[in-house]
């Protein structure tokens, strides 16, 4: 029941709200806007309405945990509802799209700033009872370079076998205007500190958001069934939650059956990626953080060094990246942590 009150409300939240936009403004429109980590928010906004509010059971419970910690998860609630105000007042003045983008990222922010506060000031117990944990960081380093090397990997098969076109100088990176001469350079310096750290860090409310739910709450509750069936349904649900926007052509799988088929293999796949960082490294913070970086890495190399011609037929999220994708998972499933009676070693249990 706990996982059905949770997907209802994630996914009335969020399609209901696509809805909205799609008869109002138009998706297109919103999606330039730059609004788009509204809905990855909703996912933890849900998953922490039910776990501080509702279900005694819970740790983090109003009842049960007043610890410094969880101003850090009290934040992040008034903070999608502040964000979900700004996306409003976006689509009815879109001429001040812009600055609305610039409060929303400021807000974004601001909760990041707070989540080292409050971290830095609070104790490791405190911190684990709420779920909040660093876990393994050294571990969560290993998994994140790991991405970032799988990607380069992917897109040099890409050139390798004539799936890609180089792409050429543009004007900026990240918006920072770039001499033609010193573009080279410029990309290589900024790859490391701006697209596998600062994007990640800067988007980490929007990331959390979707791990916390997916690969806290749900997978808490899912796991309770064997932990390998409860990561492939929480990969499954993820799949099918993006659903509308592969559907608006705003995602890297074309608005298709075939597109959708691909969509859901992909979050399956890497869903299995990030609940065995969750499981292993004992933290959704660095699952969190790896949700950043593949959107950000993907993106960058993509807009900068090597486009696919095809994004079904081509290395990287096309049919031979998730070819690649699977012989990972095929190692990782070997694991023992598997086939372990644990119901999520780094979160608590509703």
């Not at 939650?241 to 959708?260: D, E, K, N």
């Amino acid at each position: 029941m706990r996982v059905v009150i949770f997907l209802l409300l994630t996914f009335i939240l969020t399609w209901g709200s696509d809805l909205v936009i799609d008869l109002s403004v138009g998706y297109s429109t919103f999606f330039n806007l730059g609004f788009t980590p509204w809905g990855m928010l909703v996912p933890g906004f849900v998953a922490l309405i039910l776990r501080r509010f509702v279900y005694k059971d819970s740790q983090i419970h109003v009842s049960r945990y007043n610890a410094k910690p969880k101003w850090i998860l009290l934040a992040f609630m008034p903070l999608t509802l502040v964000y979900l105000g700004i996306v409003a007042l976006a689509l009815f003045l879109p001429s001040l799209g812009r600055l609305l983008q610039g409060v929303g990222a400021l807000v974004l922010t601001l909760w990041t700033l707070l989540v080292i506060f409050v971290g830095g000031h609070s104790d490791s117990h405190s911190m684990h009872r709420a779920g909040l944990q660093l876990g393994d960081v050294r571990r969560g380093q290993v998994y994140i370079m790991s991405i970032v090397a799988f990607f380069i990997i992917q897109s040099a098969l890409n050139l390798a076998f004539g799936l890609g076109a180089i792409q050429g100088k543009a004007e900026s990176i990240f918006g920072i205007p770039i001499p033609t001469n010193l573009y080279l350079p410029a990309l290589i310096i900024l790859f490391i500190p701006v697209a596998v750290i600062g994007i990640p860090l800067s988007g980490l409310a929007a990331t959390f958001g979707e791990e916390y739910g997916w690969r806290g709450f749900l997978q808490d509750e899912l796991v309770k069934i064997g932990v390998l069936p409860g990561v492939l349904f929480v990969g499954l649900i993820w799949g099918l939650w993006h659903f509308p926007v592969i559907l608006r052509g705003v995602h890297t799988y074309p608005a298709t059956w075939s597109g959708l088929l691909l969509g859901v293999v992909f979050f399956v796949l890497w869903g299995i990626i990030q609940s065995y960082a969750v499981l292993k490294a004992g933290s959704i913070w660095i699952a969190a953080f790896m949700h950043g970086v593949v959107n950000s890495v993907y993106g960058f190399l993509s807009s900068y060094i090597l486009r696919p011609f095809d994004p079904m037929w081509s290395f990287g999220l096309g049919i031979f990246g998730l070819l690649s994708l699977a012989v990972i998972v095929t190692v990782i499933l070997r694991d023992p942590v598997w086939r372990s009676n644990i119901a999520g070693p780094n979160l608590q249990s509703s």
